[in-house]
């Protein structure tokens, strides 16, 4: 007991000796010349050639900088689905203007790192680098963006990564879900898949590479965006080094929402993630609108979506809070939403574990909206129904401004604290700058939330349950309803 007395002394001493240290320690010259920096607002600007430049001098000791470009998935044809996958892995390939030893090696010596990402929308190339290196890792990121080679021989490296992304993909139950209930809910665009099927793995050659890029790699489709970079030096990279494809490139087709239904033809299913061959190594059954894979294990993962609204539109903004006051999902790292009304409505329904959320997919031209459910096989059926009634009940009015007040606090602070990070705010000025060819800042952003109402948030909540349903499932399905019986 006298040591446990001793310790806690100590470091009640210490704690103290901190504080005290802390009160009366000399400001540094550094603080005192950071507090004079002025703050500056995002800057955006467009080319004559149509490329958009966007910056924002966050005087961060790093710099970031991404070119976003209207190249994802979408865009991607039956000839060449998988494309963009293989795009991805090709970024540090040998360039007209270096090879891939050089910018492995010419990234690392400065201490920055070049990363490719790609959605069903947009890719996005970025490098980070300390800001006295921005010309170095510039160089690699105009070539591997604007004067790609594709070398053959170096092609043909591509497919043992491209199964082995597959492979760690498909131990995300999650991402086959989601995957699936894109396939299910649009016939077309945003129906094609993030990664590359199986089938296609090896197919893509030099030709088709290149013609990819020359019709989609256009200074009309991309953005170049920079974080604790000069806008000015932003704009000579464009004007000098982005501009050896101009024009609008080739115009993707409007995705078509698909819902609940029954397979007509055959048409109807290929149309579907790539082939009616592709779909079989992963289904059972491939209805209009829903896709279903039996697996075993005790947990069932359900999807039920309706079309929802496009971002930046203001409907977009009431799915926003609608999501927020059914459930987000966990506050709380690896917990649970335990004070939402899904998890209550499915409380009751499960003895098992399980979580329940509602789920808000916003894309430029639809949106998907609906709930999201893990549970015991035995309780599936339950908790989805019960998710759903939760819908219905806001559709009905039982939901109160002061629900709409806190779910729009909630999405609020979302918005703000996701913005305090350099992946997400680069992020959402490149994607606001590419579309709409101008940036909003998150601060005005949510100013607008003031203007979302209860009767908003019904009408959105109405969209839901009168519309046309996709669902994807995976588990044990044996208690899981179609989606035609919901």
């Not at 590479?209 to 464009?238: C, D, E, I, P, Y």
Request: a neutral charge; one cysteine or more; proline letters at 4%.
């Amino acid at each position: 007991m006298r040591s446990v007395r001793r310790v806690n002394a100590a470091l009640t001493n210490l704690t103290a000796a901190r504080f005290y240290s802390a009160r009366h320690a000399p400001r540094s010259e550094f603080a005192a010349d950071a507090e004079k920096l002025p703050h500056q607002e995002p800057e955006v600007s467009k080319l004559p050639n149509g490329l958009v430049i966007a910056s924002l001098e966050n005087y961060s000791p790093t710099s970031k900088i991404g070119v976003f470009i209207k190249a994802g998935s979408r865009y991607e044809s039956s000839s060449n689905l998988g494309i963009t996958h293989a795009l991805r892995l090709a970024a540090n390939l040998t360039t007209k203007g270096v090879s891939s030893f050089k910018i492995t090696r010419g990234i690392e010596a400065v201490g920055g790192s070049l990363s490719v990402t790609s959605t069903r929308e947009n890719m996005i190339y970025t490098v980070e680098c300390m800001r006295d290196y921005v010309d170095t890792v510039m160089e690699y990121l105009i070539n591997v963006t604007a004067a790609q080679e594709f070398r053959p021989w170096e092609l043909s490296e591509l497919p043992p990564k491209l199964r082995l992304d597959n492979a760690v993909a498909s131990q995300n139950t999650q991402l086959g879900v989601l995957e699936n209930l894109h396939a299910a809910a649009y016939r077309n665009a945003l129906s094609n898949p993030l990664y590359c099927p199986d089938f296609m793995i090896g197919q893509h050659t030099t030709e088709q590479l290149h013609h990819f890029v020359q019709s989609n790699f256009t200074t009309g489709r991309m953005a170049l965006v920079g974080l604790g970079v000069s806008h000015s030096v932003l704009k000579q990279v464009g004007e000098h080094y982005l501009n050896m494809r101009s024009g609008t490139g080739v115009a993707g087709a409007p995705a078509k929402f698909r819902g609940g239904g029954h397979v007509t033809d055959e048409t109807d299913v290929t149309n579907m993630r790539g082939g009616l061959s592709y779909l079989r190594q992963f289904v059972n059954c491939v209805p209009t609108g829903e896709i279903r894979d039996q697996k075993s294990g005790p947990l069932v993962h359900a999807a039920v979506v309706a079309e929802s609204a496009a971002t930046g539109s203001p409907e977009a903004l009431a799915f926003g809070v609608l999501q927020q006051v059914l459930a987000a999902g966990p506050y709380v790292k690896r917990g649970s939403n335990v004070s939402s009304k899904l998890y209550q409505a499915a409380l009751k329904k499960n003895t098992g574990p399980f979580e329940v959320s509602a789920f808000n997919a916003s894309y430029s031209d639809s949106g998907l909206f609906g709930i999201y459910t893990i549970s015991q096989s035995a309780s599936a059926s339950d908790t989805i129904k019960a998710a759903l009634m939760e819908v219905q009940k806001v559709v009905e009015g039982i939901v109160t401004e002061a629900d709409v007040a806190q779910a729009k606090n909630q999405l609020r602070a979302k918005w703000l604290m996701d913005a305090e990070t350099s992946d997400v705010l680069l992020d959402e000025i490149g994607c606001q700058a590419l579309e709409t060819g101008t940036f909003v800042p998150i601060v005005d952003l949510v100013q607008r939330l003031n203007s979302v109402s209860v009767t908003d948030v019904v009408n959105a909540a109405k969209m839901f349950v009168s519309g046309k349903k996709s669902m994807a499932a995976s588990g044990n399905l044996a208690n899981t309803p179609f989606v035609d019986e919901l």
